[in-house]
């Protein structure tokens, strides 16, 4: 099972990125996906998650209304959307998974960093 985060780097407050999570090894159209972040000396925090069949998501208090989840079954890969970034969203980002066999696997993080 390999989850391969991309997308990440250096914006402006009030700009924005997409993170993508390429996957593989795993049944991914039945599988939940989620997006994680981590800030330096914080714990670890759920930003987005997606149902298995894609029609459910969570987000964040502090994401809803700039953040979107969505995946492409055909790519096997989930999205984050994040617009309106601000200076508290630096943080690394992480993807998730929960698949059909009830398994865990994290990807390897890729850093946002907002800064004027």
């Known amino acids: 099972v390999q989850l391969v985060e991309s997308g990440g780097g250096l914006v402006q407050p009030g700009g924005s990125l997409r993170l993508s999570c390429a996957a593989s090894?795993?049944?991914?159209?039945?599988?939940?996906m989620r997006w994680y972040r981590q800030a330096p000396g914080k714990e670890r925090e759920l930003v987005a998650g997606?149902?298995?069949?894609?029609?459910?998501?969570t987000y964040a208090d502090s994401v809803k209304g700039r953040f979107t989840i969505s995946k492409d079954n055909d790519k096997n890969t989930v999205y984050l959307q994040m617009n309106s970034l601000k200076l508290e969203d630096t943080a690394v980002y992480f993807c998730?998974?929960?698949?059909?066999?009830?398994?865990?696997?994290w990807g390897q993080g890729t850093q946002v960093t907002v800064s004027s």
């Open positions: 997606l149902s298995s069949g894609g029609s459910r998501t």
């Open positions: 090894g795993f049944t991914f159209s039945r599988s939940v």
């Open positions: 998730y998974t929960v698949t059909d066999a009830y398994r865990e696997y």
